[in-house]
């Protein structure tokens, strides 16, 4: 079992920027792809950015490319999401999510085993 707890999360002005974090407990999280996705009041939820088992490979939402970027340490089972020129629109609450036993990045929901509980982010303009 993986258990997943999100930090960072916070008021900011738009431009400005935030730093996520991610914990994770389990013996396997190298092995494990691990993303963020985001969910705006009254919206679906969906796929921000997704990074490889062994941090090679790295997917982001066109929406976020260039002023997002994901990253990990598996010392520590640590992921994390720099976000910088933040913007009102990305403005939601954001989730980190865990795969069972692949490596491989996906930016579909369905593929992550696990959760965590969210971090609200507020972007004001």
């Known amino acids: 079992q993986v258990q997943l707890v999100e930090s960072g999360g916070g008021l900011v002005q738009a431009g400005g920027s935030l730093t996520l974090s991610c914990s994770a407990s389990g013996r396997t999280f190298s092995s494990n792809a691990m993303a963020w996705f985001r969910q705006a009041p009254g919206n679906a939820r969906e796929f921000v950015a997704a990074i490889s088992g062994n941090g090679v490979f790295r997917n982001y939402a066109d929406s976020v490319k260039g002023r997002f970027t994901i990253s990990r340490d598996n010392a520590k089972k640590t992921v994390s999401l720099q976000m910088n020129s933040l913007k009102p629109e990305d403005t939601a609450v954001y989730y980190c999510?865990?795969?069972?036993?692949?490596?491989?990045?996906?930016?579909?929901?369905?593929?992550?085993?696990?959760w965590g509980q969210g971090t609200q982010v507020t972007v004001s303009s």
């Open positions: 999510a865990g795969r069972s036993f692949s490596s491989v990045t996906s930016t579909t929901m369905s593929d992550y085993a696990y």
